[in-house]
């Protein structure tokens, strides 16, 4: 069982420099035909979402295809008003914020 585990690890645990080069996943994403959706959930980050979204969406979804679908998924955070406000998403749910790449 124990063996089992640390197989299971060894076989998903990544670095992040393997990732580093995000024009090579944008061509292996588009060879492969396959779209990316992220999910950030949060809670009372008002102060900070609007940045974290703002990159995601500028670098990731409009300069770089690499994301389609980006959604906020609010815990009914004190700042869900906040985070509403901040993403100023094409489509507006309960769960506080999608974005769907053009």
Sequence with gaps: MARDRETWFKKRTYHHQ?????????????????????????????????EILRVFRGELMERRPLIDQLCIIDSRSR???ACRRS????????FCGYFAAS
Excluded: H
């Design 18 to 50: 393997e990732f580093a080069d995000i024009g090579r996943l944008v061509e292996m994403k588009q060879r492969q035909g396959l779209k990316i959706s992220v999910c950030l959930p949060t809670l009372n980050t008002a102060g900070t979402v609007g």
């Design 79 to 81: 700042s869900a008003y």
């Design 87 to 94: 993403t100023r998403p094409r489509r507006l749910a309960r």
